[in-house]
Every structure is written in C-alpha cells, then in structure tokens.
C-alpha cells in the first residue's frame, strides 16, 4: 500500500511556462516532506523541504506548497527551464521512525 | 567536497557469487540508509544504520546484509546475489537520526545474471 503517490508519471511544459507536481499521502504521521530532483546517472539531489507546521515554503524559482486536510503537496517551478528537465521525488517523514517514505516520482520534460 | 560515494557504478554479476557495494561519506554524518530504485516503486529502504553498530531493517530487507563499524563507511553484502536483486542502488547519509533530509550517493547498477 503506497502511502506517498505521485500519479502522473511524466509532465511536460513549455520553458518559461509554470511546472507543478504533485504527491499525495495517507499517514497523518508525517511531519516533514522534501522534494528531490533526480538526473540520468546521478543520485537525486535535495531541492526543498517543508514542516508541517507551515502550508508554503519558497527558495527562487520553487515553491512547495503542503495542505495538510487534503493530505496533498505541490512543487511549482516558475519559471521553469529545460535544466529543470528531471525526475522529481517527493518523500515523507514519519514523525515516530524518522523513516522516509518515498513517491514514484515524475519525469518533467521541460521544452525550449 | 561533501560527499557521499559508492563503488561501484556498474557491476554484472552471476546468481549466487558475493558482492560488495561500499559506501562512505565525509560529513560525519550520523545515519546512514541504503535505497534500490526500480521502476514504478520509487525508492525503497533496505537497510538504515543510526550510528556505529547500530542497523536496522527498513522496507525491502530480504537478500542483504549490513554493518557499521565505522562511522563513515555502510557497505552492503548481498551474500547471494539473485535476479531479482537487479535495481539501481542508493546509499544515503544524514546529520542524524532526526533526518531532516538525505545526501545521496550516485548510485551503482547491479545486474544480477
């Protein structure tokens, strides 16, 4: 049973344009969420987190955006650029393991 | 650099021979954990170390082994290697077991024929 998903596997945009992802989750327990961008033959790097204690987070061009009643975050790319062209994780933190549960991941195809 | 790294990147083995994938990290991080990523599952924990001698289970234990003698070094044993066992691998570290986030390694493809 998948308690973090990401349910659109892929994602295209225009450059320029806004890019949102999306990951939802099941377990009330999670208390911290981040967002990893992922290259071809590279680890996935972190790219921003969220407590949830706050609803919006901002750093330059990405925004994650956490409702807790929906169960539901989003990462919004504005503007977004061929560079950010990746696969994207979101993953969730059990507040009682400390234990990461992580999303399928989105491919973002960002095209010039 | 802060870094963690793993070796190999690519290894092709045969079913049943021992390997090795070694992992170590210069950031005097805490917590250590080993991830596979195979299509459509996203990352799954293998195994997590919260500090020396201590490891732990995580989701997708079964084939693996781990230890922890060192702050700095995760290796992971899979003692005999099968088919299934063919994923990218990730070993990961962070500050502590409060894990605030992960620094990644770049990965190694095991192929297990």
């Known amino acids: 049973d998948q308690q973090v998903k990401q349910n659109s596997p892929s994602l295209s945009v225009q450059e320029g344009r806004i890019s949102i992802l999306n990951c939802d989750y099941t377990n009330s327990m999670f208390d911290y969420f981040l967002w990893y961008k992922k290259y071809p033959a590279e680890g996935p790097t972190f790219l921003i987190s969220?407590?949830?204690?706050?609803d919006k987070n901002e750093d330059g061009r990405f925004t994650v955006f956490l409702n807790k009643s929906a169960k539901h975050l989003s990462l919004h790319i504005v503007p977004s650029q061929p560079g950010d062209s990746a696969v994207y994780f979101c993953a969730a933190r059990d507040s009682g393991t400390y234990k990461y549960i992580f999303g399928t991941g989105t491919r973002l195809k960002v095209l010039a | 650099e802060a870094q963690v790294t793993q070796n190999p990147r690519y290894l092709i083995t045969v079913t049943g021979k021992k390997l090795t994938v070694t992992c170590s990290q210069n950031m005097n991080h805490e917590y250590m954990s080993w991830y596979r990523q195979d299509p459509g599952l996203g990352l799954r924990q293998i195994y997590y170390s919260m500090n020396v001698e201590v490891t732990d289970k995580g989701d997708v234990p079964e084939g693996y082994k781990v230890s922890r003698k060192e702050k700095r070094n995760f290796p992971l044993i899979l003692e005999s290697p099968s088919p299934n066992q063919t994923s990218l691998y990730f070993c990961?570290?962070?500050?502590?077991?409060?894990?605030?986030?992960?620094?990644f390694g770049s990965g190694t493809r095991l192929t297990v024929v």
């Open positions: 990961a570290s962070s500050l502590d077991s409060r894990n605030f986030g992960y620094t």
């Open positions: 969220i407590s949830s204690i706050k």
